[in-house]
């Protein structure tokens, strides 16, 4: 692995393949265990997630569904601001357990705007997942309740991150040389 070039900028690498795979296992089997009896919906946050979503419900072992939904954001009225909805969530939610499965918790502002809108629902109970967080860029805290890694508040591209559109498809992450 070495510096690669992405549009305009450079990425240096930051976490590779193996130890990605490594923690992913981990978490799966953190997660089979508190959640064997449960059989849990885990719904998945595209575009992002998509290879850490796979690779996650891959190594689970126990049952479990999954869906794959897109969150659009438009302008609301003044007092909300902007808003997020949810593009192609079609299960009923009510008396689930449900994990969120997302790439990456930034600023936490996606999260804090969705996870109430699930809550309506009434889950019995609803788990966030996610790969990475930036704790130094989180301004809406989350609570993450399985964390793959964090990690300094840089950009990052790979595994499911674009810089722009481009870098998905790469199998380890990388991070911004400034
Ligand atoms: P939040 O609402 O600020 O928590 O933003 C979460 C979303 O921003 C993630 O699901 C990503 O799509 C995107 N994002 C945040 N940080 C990065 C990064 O370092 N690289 C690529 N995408 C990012």
Redesign the pocket.
Known sequence: MSVIQVHDKKFQPYIGATELQQRIREMAAEMSRDLKDERPLFIA?L???FMFAGDLFKYLNIPAEISFIKLASYKGTKSTGNVVQAIGLDEDLFGRTVVIV???????????QFLPQLEHQQPKKLLVASLLT?PE?M??P?KIDYLGFSVPN????GYG???DGLGRNLPEIYQLVE
């Not at 840089?154 to 591209?157: G, H, V």
Request: no cysteine.
């Open positions: 946050i575009n992002g997630s997302e790439d990456i918790v930034d600023t936490g502002k996606t999260l804090s930036k860029a301004v809406h989350i840089k950009f990052l591209l991150l674009d810089y």
